[in-house]
């Protein structure tokens, strides 16, 4: 049988750190990249004789998680020791959420590559704290653990089985990391591991409905490794099948470097990790006003905004959406165009040569160099006519190397637009001169010609010669 005969089926576990200052537990600083055990403290180092307090905080950013993302809230919660041998937690085990999380039966809506919109259930959120990071010493033969990243505080989004590709779930990765960014309960920045997910893949043949065995990838910080190792092991999967094998219930580690899935041991079910209630910790509970009150909080989301930007700019559905899959685009978007007033251009710019930029170089959103302010003053030099579209297009390469005040850079460049009359009629009757066969064409009904006569006395002018003004002496030599 071929692959088309076989279904993929994913769920996918989701971190996320939260954003708050201090760890869950305790009031060590969460902030990213000090020093080793610097943000330790006798209760995230599990000193004997100490004893955690739940950080109110983790509960209002959970509890907003939940109802961005259409749950229900549980009113009554309490928090689990999960006694599985963690090396990087000075406890030994980890303090999470079993039988009762605080965010159950939710729902997150995808849109699909044919346009149809899909929805993918979530189990639950529950919170729970970080493990530290282990620094392993290839040479030096042992390992050194730091931390800091002890008693960070997480939420861990489940959702169901309900993926069916590798496409589905970038989709949903993306909408999900875009809500998170939205309510501001996580930054979201994947490169620094506050954004990360447990893959859950199985094959079965098409029109069966009994689930198939499923293997785990543990925390993956890349769509695009995402997409890979989801492909890989869906189609190793299928050549297990093909060729009379079984497939072995396990935890995998994927390598990006070769393109292949590792294994890392057998795969624990909920009984290995011998829940029970946390005795140090008093339940949860939460008022019918305190999640009403948050509710009501909640700041705008992806689509409410997405529908106010085509209703109050006239941008287009797709554009809005682009725009609105991270919120530090679109941020940059709206203060972009409250500045310059110029919607569409704005949007044309950062959908067409910052984001081209942005793949170039593998950078999110939210490392955009320059300000809002820089890009609205590069729009308006371009209104002004002090430089054309084509040096526009070099100076947002500029503001990615050196980010400062445009109006600084085209000086500095002397990549100021030539509008002088006399100049630019020098630079026409040039051309001209040189291409006898584009006025032939011209002359002959070819309107193509008039393109690519500008477009040489563009090249000639290294793009600095008004485009407008190039057109209409063009257009008057042509027509004598």
């Given amino acids: 049988m071929a692959r088309e005969d076989y279904e993929i089926v994913i769920g996918l576990e989701v971190h996320a750190e939260l954003s708050t200052k201090t760890k869950i537990f305790c009031s060590c600083p969460t902030e990213f990249g000090a020093d080793p055990n610097t943000h330790t403290c006798p209760i995230c180092m599990a000193m004997p004789g100490t004893l955690p307090v739940l950080n109110e905080k983790v509960v209002e950013y959970a509890v907003k998680a939940g109802l961005a993302t259409n749950c229900e809230i549980s009113r009554d919660s309490k928090n689990d020791r999960k006694n599985y041998f963690y090396p990087d937690l000075p406890k030994s085990y980890q303090i999470s959420q079993f039988d009762k999380p605080l965010c159950e039966y939710g729902y997150i809506e995808i849109e699909l590559e044919n346009g149809e919109k899909k929805k993918i259930r979530l189990t639950r959120i529950h919170i729970e704290e970080d493990a530290g990071k282990l620094n392993h010493n290839e040479f030096g033969g042992g390992s050194l653990v730091d931390l800091n990243r002890a008693g960070v505080p997480l939420i861990e989004i489940v959702s169901e089985p309900d993926l069916r590709s590798s496409k589905e779930a970038e989709a949903y990765l993306k909408k999900l990391k875009s809500i998170l960014e939205y309510i501001e309960v996580s930054d979201c920045k994947m490169q620094e591991g506050s954004l990360r997910a447990d893959v859950n893949v199985s094959v079965r043949k098409k029109g069966t409905t009994e689930f198939g065995t499923r293997t785990e990838m543990k925390n993956m910080n890349s769509f695009r490794s995402i997409v890979r190792a989801i492909e890989y092991e869906a189609d190793r999967q299928i050549d ?172 500095e460049k002397g990549w100021i637009q030539i509008s002088d009359e006399g100049a630019i009629k020098e630079v026409v009757m040039k051309i001209l001169e040189a291409n006898p066969q584009s006025i032939a064409d011209f002359k002959a009904g070819k309107d193509k010609a008039l393109g690519f006569l500008v477009g040489q006395a563009m090249k000639e002018t290294k793009g600095k010669a008004n485009p407008q003004m190039l057109n209409k002496m063009f257009l008057e030599e042509l027509k004598k």
């Fill in 240 to 411: 297990v099948i093909e060729e009379g094998g079984t497939i072995e219930q396990e935890t995998l580690r994927w390598d990006d470097v070769s393109g292949k899935n590792f294994s890392m041991r057998d795969k624990e079910d909920a009984q290995d990790y011998r829940y029970f209630p946390d005795p140090d910790l008093v339940a949860i509970r939460l008022s019918e006003d305190y999640i009403e009150n948050i509710k009501n909080n909640l700041p705008e989301l992806p689509e409410s905004r997405r529908a106010r930007y085509i209703q109050e700019f006239g941008l287009s559905e797709k554009d809005s959406n682009l725009l609105t899959a991270s919120k530090h685009l679109s941020n940059l978007f709206e203060e972009a165009q409250s500045i310059c007033n110029n919607a569409k251009t704005v949007a044309n710019w950062l959908l067409s040569d910052v984001s081209r930029i942005l793949n170039e170089k593998e950078l999110e959103p939210d490392q955009i160099p320059f300000t809002a302010e820089q890009l609205a003053k590069m729009i308006t030099l371009i209104d002004k006519g002090t430089i054309s579209s084509a040096i526009g297009k070099k100076v947002i390469e500029e503001l990615f190397e050196n980010p400062k005040d445009p109006e600084e850079i085209i000086k």
